[in-house]
């Protein structure tokens, strides 16, 4: 069976930056388990993975674009710290979820100075190209319950 749309992939894999830093990994026997075609992951792994078997490892590069995007400095705004109500302690690399124009998002703090509280908008890996070196483990038709809800079923799954 091949990686297609509308099937349930396993996968262990590393991510690197193009320093060669570690950002993320999975751990060993606990796959990431997504579901093909329905953009649980990055455009751009997707496609790579696309036609390849269970078994098989592939190391893949994604530009931003194809990732998490560009960095948007527009994205980064100085709020007042009353926008905060509720929140007793400020400090940079909090994040909180706000409403959009895109719908909801995650912003970070980035920045303290007195009332000025300095947001960022982007991703945290928006602007970062990466790399991922993955081996294909498990490949199975999805259940109809998972193409209705677009995602997989299972461990990690809130409704079952």
């Avoid at 570690?22 to 992951?41: F, K, M, R, T, W």
Wanted: hydrophobic share 30%; proline share 6%; net charge negative.
């Amino acid at each position: 069976m091949q990686v297609d749309d509308k099937k349930v992939v396993s996968m262990q894999y590393t991510l690197t930056n193009d320093a060669g830093e570690v950002l993320d990994q999975s751990q060993p026997g606990e796959p990431l388990v997504y579901l093909h075609g329905a953009g649980n992951i990055i455009p751009g792994l997707e496609k790579e993975l696309s036609g390849k078997s269970a078994g098989e490892t592939l190391k893949v590069r994604v530009v931003p674009e194809d990732a998490y995007g560009v960095r948007d400095e527009e994205m980064v705004q100085v709020m007042p710290r009353s926008v905060f109500q509720g929140v007793d302690t400020i400090e940079p690399g909090m994040q909180f979820h706000a409403d959009s124009p895109k719908g909801s998002a995650t912003i970070t703090v980035t920045k303290v100075e007195n009332d000025d509280i300095t947001v960022d908008g982007n991703h945290p890996l928006a602007g970062e190209a990466l790399t991922f070196d993955v081996e294909i483990t498990d490949i199975r038709d999805a259940t109809s319950e998972e193409l209705e809800h677009g995602h997989i079923h299972g461990p990690g799954c809130d409704h079952g």
